[in-house]
C-alpha cells in the first residue's frame, strides 16, 4: 500500500526523514507493507540549492501543500509557532493526518489542535516533540497507559546537559557553549535552551501525557543553566553530587509539581551518568516501578526515526479507517505553588574574610527556620573567602524569606549561586 507525504521543511529533521524513508524503505515495506513517497516539500527561501526526493514538488505556500488532494500524511517539521499551527490545524481540518516534531505548538496548543483532531476524525502525532528519537509519548500512551505514574525525572535539553558536562571537566560556562555551537548541539541564538524553556516546553507536554493532565507550559517553574560557574560543578562533585539541568513532575497529594532547573544529585543516581547531548527521563509508575528511557534527544537522524515511526502509524490507522489515541487529558489538575516545594539547598557566597561573617549567616539563616546541613570554606585573594552552605530540606518560601534577610543584615556576604538538591521523590 503507497502513501504519499507533504513535507514541511528540508532542514536537520525534514532531511533526516527523507533519508531514513530513503536508505530503509525496503525494510519499512517489508516490515510493514507500506511504501511511502514525498510528493510536496515546502520551505521557505526559494534561493537555497535543494536535493528533493525524487517526484517531489516543491512549493513555498503551505496552502498548496494541505490542500493537494494526493497528500495523505502532512508531516510538519518547519518549526516556529504561527505558521507550524496553521499547518496543522489545516491538514487536520481538511481530514489529513499530521506528524509534527514541534514542541513549541503542541506545548502552547495542545487542546486546539487535538479538538481539530478529534472534530475531523484525523491522527496527530508528536512523538520528536519530547526526547528526539527516544521513545517516550507512545509508550506512555499505550504500553504504560494503566499505570498511575507519581513521578517523572529527566534530562530533555542536550545543549544544557553538554554545557555542564563539560563543566564537570572543568571548562568554563562560555568556553563550553562554544564548543556546544561548534559541535551543532547549541543553536546561533542559544536562549531557549540555556533559560530552561526548551526544556519546559517537552516537560508540559510529557506531564500532561504522563499524569493525564491539561498542563499549560506558563505553570511549569523555569530557571535555566546561565549564571552558574565551574567551581559550582566542581564543589557539587567534592560533595558527591553531579548538576545536571533536570525536568520533573510529581504528583503529590492531588497537586502537580513542575519544575525545570539544574539540580544536584547524587553521583551514584543513573541520571548522574547520562553526559553530553545525551538525553534521559526516569518515570515511576505504580505497577511498572521505575523505568528509564535514554538516547538522543536530538539531531537529523534520531529526530527522524521518531518522525518515520508516527507516519507509519498514521498510515496504519488509514489502512485500517480508525484513529490513534488522541489526547488523553482527562481532568484539570492543581499545579503546586513553587513556594510550597520542599527540598535542599546549595547556596554558594563570596564574603569579606572578616571574622563572624560565617557565624553571622549561619545565625540569620537558623533564625529564619533555614537549618545548615554541611558548610565549606575556601580563602579566595583580596581578602575574600567563598562559603558554600547545603540546607537541610527547607520550603522555597522560607529559603527565599531567609536570603532577603541575610541580604537586609549581613554585609559583606553575596549570593553567587543558588542550586537545588533534586528531593527525595524525585530519586
Ligand atoms: N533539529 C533537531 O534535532 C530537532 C529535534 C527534535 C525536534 N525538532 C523540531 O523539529 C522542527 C524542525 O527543526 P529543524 O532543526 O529541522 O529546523 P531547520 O533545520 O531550521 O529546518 C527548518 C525547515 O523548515 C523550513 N521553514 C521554516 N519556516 C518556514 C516557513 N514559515 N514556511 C516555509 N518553510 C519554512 C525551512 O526552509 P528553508 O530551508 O527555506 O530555510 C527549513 O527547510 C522544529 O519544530 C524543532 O523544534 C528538531
Known amino acids: 500500500m503507497k502513501f504519499k507525504l507533504g513535507l514541511c521543511g528540508l532542514g536537520t529533521v525534514g532531511r533526516g526523514v527523507v533519508d531514513m524513508l530513503t536508505r530503509n524503505g525496503r525494510t519499512i515495506a517489508e516490515r510493514t507493507g507500506l511504501e511511502f513517497s514525498v510528493t510536496r516539500v515546502l520551505v521557505r527561501d526559494p534561493a537555497k540549492e535543494r536535493d528533493l526526493p525524487p517526484g517531489a514538488r516543491l512549493t513555498f505556500d503551505y496552502r498548496e501543500l494541505i490542500e493537494d488532494p494526493e497528500v495523505d500524511i502532512v508531516v510538519e517539521v518547519m518549526g516556529g509557532r504561527d505558521t507550524a499551527l496553521e499547518v496543522i490545524l489545516g491538514a487536520l481540518r481538511g481530514g489529513k493526518s499530521v506528524v509534527t516534531a514541534n514542541k513549541e505548538v503542541m506545548a502552547s496548543f495542545g487542546p486546539e489542535v487535538f479538538a481539530a483532531a478529534r472534530e475531523h476524525g484525523a491522527d496527530l502525532f508528536f512523538e520528536a516533540s519530547v526526547g528526539g528519537g527516544i521513545p517516550l509519548i507512545r509508550p506512555l500512551k499505550q504500553c504504560l497507559v494503566g499505570n498511575e505514574v507519581s513521578s517523572l525525572l529527566g534530562i530533555l535539553n542536550g545543549t544544557s546537559n553538554y554545557i555542564l558536562t563539560r563543566m564537570a571537566a572543568g571548562v568554563e560556562f562560555s568556553a563550553a557553549l562554544r564548543e556546544a555551537q561548534q559541535r551543532g548541539y547549541a543553536e546561533a541564538d542559544p536562549r531557549a535552551d540555556l533559560e530552561g524553556h526548551d526544556a519546559a516546553r517537552k516537560l508540559a507536554i510529557l506531564a500532561a501525557v504522563a499524569f493525564g493532565a491539561r498542563v499549560k507550559v506558563q505553570e511549569v517553574y523555569t530557571e535555566g543553566i546561565g549564571g552558574l560557574e565551574a567551581r559550582d560543578v566542581e564543589y557539587a562533585a567534592r560533595l558527591g553530587w553531579a548538576v ?52 538522543q534527544g536530538a539531531g537529523g537522524a534520531p529526530t527522524a526515526s521518531a518522525v518515520v515511526g508516527d507516519i507509519i502509524e498514521a498510515a496504519r490507522n488509514r489502512l485500517n479507517g480508525h484513529n490513534g489515541v488522541g489526547c488523553t487529558c482527562r481532568c484539570e489538575v492543581q499545579v503546586a505553588d513553587m513556594a510550597e516545594h520542599v527540598c535542599q539547598h546549595y547556596l554558594r557566597f563570596v564574603a569579606r574574610d572578616v571574622p563572624g561573617v560565617l557565624g553571622r549567616a549561619a545565625s540569620v539563616l537558623g533564625a529564619c527556620g533555614v537549618n545548615i546541613h554541611s558548610v565549606l570554606q575556601t580563602p579566595l585573594e583580596r581578602g575574600e573567602a567563598e562559603l558554600v552552605f547545603v540546607t537541610h530540606p527547607v520550603r522555597e518560601g522560607s529559603l527565599r524569606e531567609a536570603l532577603a534577610e541575610l541580604r537586609r543584615e549581613v554585609s559583606g556576604l553575596t549570593l553567587r549561586t543558588h542550586l537545588r538538591l533534586a528531593g527525595v521523590a524525585e530519586l
Open 244 to 295: 545536571k539541568p533536570l525536568v520533573m513532575g510529581d504528583m503529590l497529594e492531588g497537586r502537580l509539581s513542575l519544575r525545570v532547573y539544574p539540580a544536584l544529585l547524587p553521583l551514584s543516581h543513573p541520571l548522574a551518568k547520562v553526559d553530553g547531548a545525551f538525553n534521559a527521563v526516569l518515570l515511576e509508575g505504580d505497577f511498572v516501578g521505575r523505568t528509564l528511557f535514554y538516547g
